[in-house]
């Protein structure tokens, strides 16, 4: 148990519709991170915040959007989906911005 | 933008061991870790390496070479539960912030 913690694990939704994802950091952790990982392919860098800012940001869609809340927990929104969303969407966090970063089991996300 | 090059695939017996490579580009660069996934599961911290050098933890090492861009991850006495893929991920602070950018992934398998 890294932890993190993720809700929900399983996530099922039509396209076009909107969802929240959920994620709890380890105790004292300020950095968290989002990444997703669709079949078979690598983790994709979204964004990463700390201690409630928005310090960098990958290859996020403009449909999705993220924030991170003064209790360090962070959510992140996809609207408007898409058959391709679909994918695993992991939440990591660290200390500070270091390379040390423990991941969450993971939400499964399945758009029909 | 960055820019991380890692076999797809090795394959090695029980009790041998196995390297494994991976090259980068990026600007900012602040380090290199390695994180091992099973299938379906989160990834794991395995090492980080900010410095040239060796760093070994137990029957995982991984090394950096700076000038080269250049890193990898040595497993020893390989063992059936160390079939997984291994990433490197390359610690970036270009443009601020604290991007953990992930390789493709190597695919580990040990056979008997």
């Known amino acids: 148990d890294s932890g993190v913690t993720q809700t929900p694990k399983h996530l099922i939704t039509a396209t076009g519709q909107r969802v929240t994802l959920r994620c709890s950091p380890r105790?004292?952790?300020?950095?968290v991170y989002w990444y997703q990982q669709s079949l078979d392919q690598g983790l994709q860098f979204l964004i990463q915040?700390?201690?409630?800012?928005?310090?960098a940001k990958g290859n996020i869609l403009e449909r999705f959007s993220a924030q991170q809340f003064p209790d360090l927990h962070s959510e992140l929104n996809l609207s408007s989906l898409e058959l391709g969303d679909s994918a695993l969407y992991f939440c990591?966090?660290?200390?500070?911005?270091?390379?040390?970063?423990?991941f969450g089991q993971g939400t499964r996300l399945t758009v029909v | 933008g960055q820019s991380l090059e890692q076999p797809s695939e090795v394959t090695a017996v029980e009790g041998a061991i196995v390297q494994i490579n991976c090259t980068y580009q990026?600007?900012?660069?602040?380090?290199l870790s390695w994180y091992q996934q099973h299938d379906g599961g989160a990834p794991t911290f395995l090492s980080y390496n900010a410095l040239d050098g060796l760093e070994e933890t137990g029957r995982f090492s991984s090394f950096l070479s700076r000038s080269d861009s250049y890193g990898y991850l040595l497993l020893q006495e390989l063992q059936m539960k160390d079939s997984a893929s291994y990433f490197c991920?390359?610690?970036?602070?270009?443009?601020?912030?604290?991007?953990?950018?992930f390789g493709t992934g190597t695919q580990l398998k040990v056979e008997l």
């Open positions: 990591a966090s660290s200390v500070g911005e270091g390379g040390k970063a423990f």
């Open positions: 105790s004292g952790d300020l950095s």
């Open positions: 991920a390359v610690r970036d602070k270009k443009g601020g912030g604290n991007k953990l950018t």
């Open positions: 990026t600007s900012g660069f602040y380090g």
């Open positions: 915040y700390y201690n409630g800012e928005e310090r």
